[in-house]
């Protein structure tokens, strides 16, 4: 023992050993867990991030449906490629059958099973409007590039879509009607959410312009026509509107059997899935003089996508738009990703109400308030079928 030493020192020197030791410890267990945590969120944050797809990939709709799935492999290819976000985007494909029951099954797989934050669809409106409530429960973005029915537009805030609403295409075709002075029409319509949609826009226009109006519904699946198509010959119409709202086959099948009963001088028109290139394989003589809308062409803006697309898949989209539209959606997804740093759907949300204008492949637009698309411009045309070919006619 050293005699020089001051009482307690040796305490004091003990103790204060003892912090150091103390202090050394935790800094050794703070700074593992630390580097830890910072290990587990570097692996986390490199993990692919989910993205969900309900549309119709069998039946009658089928055709659109594979578009959209082209579409968006076509873009994350692009996206993924380019690594812009450090993190791969993967998407999983669900059937919604072009109807809000299986549409609803395949969503609640997609958010409770696959965990997915943001699901591109549905294709056809019934599909949308049937997940809308269980993406909004589960703060889901889900987003649809073609869904049209006026409905959507109060779905909710958690949905979007890059398409125009019914309410502005169904008031386009039927005005157009009314300018060639039409006095009588009768509506055939399906009976989906689509259709429904379109039909009590037309039905307003069609009657505040004095016309007379007859009204027919099918169920989607069917394939003869020809009870109502009596019905609507005894009415004797000037015109005839098909409203149909799954697949562009009905159109081509209900016109060959107005046709087959002999109703020649009647004027028929359709909506915008007359424009799909295989109804012409029905009955070519038959669709002559048929009268469809359909949104402007954008084949000029689109052009070196079309190109990618018949390149990759060699074929045509069953629609230019509905390709168009889904193409930007994912890019707008991934922009809005990559400002969030992530698939948070509530800052996702926040991005797509204020997103900036996007310079998109058919035009420039924004998404308004509702989550509908604010498009500048007369965006409906016309067309009509002369010598086998659609021709515009305004």
């Known amino acids: 023992m050293d005699t020089n030493q001051p009482v ?18 935790l800094v050794i267990i703070f700074g593992g867990y630390f580097y830890f945590q910072n290990r587990t969120s570097q692996s986390v944050s490199t993990e692919p991030i989910k993205l969900g797809f309900v549309g119709p990939l069998t039946g009658d709709a089928a055709v659109y449906g ?6 968006i492999n076509l873009a994350l290819q692009e996206i993924n490629t380019g690594n812009e976000l450090n993190r791969k985007l993967e998407v999983i494909y669900e059937d919604g059958k072009c109807n809000g029951k299986d549409a609803v099954t395949a969503a609640q797989k997609l958010i409770n099973v696959d965990k997915v934050k943001i699901i591109l ?25 073609f869904s049209s029915s006026p409905a ?45 949609g379109v039909r009590g826009v037309m039905r307003r226009v069609f009657e505040q312009g004095g016309m007379t109006v007859n009204d027919e519904i099918f169920n989607s699946g069917e394939k003869d026509f020809r009870t109502i198509l009596v019905k609507v010959k005894s009415f004797n119409p000037q015109a005839i509107y ?57 084949t000029e803006f689109v052009g070196k996508l079309l190109e990618k697309y018949k390149a990759e898949f ?26 969030c740093n992530g698939d948070s759907s509530d800052c996702i949300k926040k991005y797509l109400y204020n997103m900036p204008e996007y310079n998109g492949t058919f035009g420039k637009y924004r998404l308004d308030s509702n989550g509908d698309i604010l498009l500048s411009g ?12 659609p021709v515009i006619i305004r």
């Open 8 to 25: 307690g020192a040796t305490e004091t020197s003990g103790s204060k050993k003892l912090i150091i030791g103390i202090v050394v410890v």
């Open 66 to 71: 594979e578009t959209e799935k082209n579409t």
């Open 121 to 145: 669809g549905g294709f056809c409106s019934a599909e949308t409007l049937g997940v809308a409530p269980l993406a909004e429960e589960n703060k889901v973005i889900l987003f649809s590039s």
């Open 152 to 196: 959507i537009t109060n779905a909710g805030d958690y949905i979007f879509r890059n398409s125009p609403s019914d309410a502005d295409v169904a008031r386009a075709d039927a005005e157009f009607i009314v300018a060639q002075g039409v006095k009588t029409i009768a509506i055939i319509t399906e009976n989906t959410d689509y259709s429904q």
């Open 242 to 298: 098909i409203n149909v709202g799954t697949s562009p086959a009905i159109v081509g099948v209900i016109v060959k059997q107005i046709r087959e009963l002999n109703m020649g001088n009647t004027k028929i028109f359709s909506n915008y899935l007359a424009s799909n290139a295989d109804i012409l394989s029905v009955n070519s003589q038959a669709m002559e003089r048929l009268v469809y809308s359909d949104f402007k062409d954008v």
């Open 314 to 339: 060699k074929k045509d989209p069953a629609h230019v738009l509905a390709m168009a539209a889904r193409y930007d959606s994912v890019y707008i997804i991934k922009n809005a990703i990559k400002q």
């Open 378 to 389: 007369d965006f409906i045309i016309h067309k009509e079928i002369k010598n086998g070919k």
